[in-house]
């Protein structure tokens, strides 16, 4: 049974960081791309950043920001969000998606951002 786990979630001041979490069990975790998606109230998912074994790629609005990374022996991936702004409040999706078969896709159950004063 596939599953991804996030944490590292809360409530956090504008200009502060937080660092999400997602393991993932279930799958063979390199021959998975994975990213990160958010969804504020709202609004729709949208992708925050993906990391795949040949490189990363970021949403404009959090680029410069964020930095994901991922471990292979211990099956996780990482953002680290950094100057944090309202905007950026939401529930972050870890996702996970076969490098040759993308229609297999597997979705965390997420975790809320808070960004306020």
């Known amino acids: 049974q596939v599953q991804l786990v996030e944490s590292g979630g809360g409530l956090v001041q504008p200009g502060g960081s937080l660092r999400l979490s997602c393991a993932a069990s279930?799958?063979?975790?390199?021959?998975?791309?994975m990213g990160w998606y958010r969804q504020a109230p709202g609004k729709q998912r949208e992708l925050v950043a993906i990391?795949?074994?040949?490189?990363?790629n970021y949403a404009d609005s959090v680029k410069g920001r964020f930095i994901i990374s991922r471990d292979n022996l211990r099956n996780t991936v990482n953002l680290q969000m950094n100057s944090l702004k309202p905007e950026d409040t939401g529930v972050y999706y870890c996702n996970a998606v076969l490098r040759y078969d993308r229609t297999r896709e597997h979705w965390g159950q997420g975790t809320q951002v808070t960004v306020s004063s």
């Open positions: 990391i795949s074994n040949g490189g990363t």
């Open positions: 279930g799958i063979i975790f390199t021959s998975y791309t």
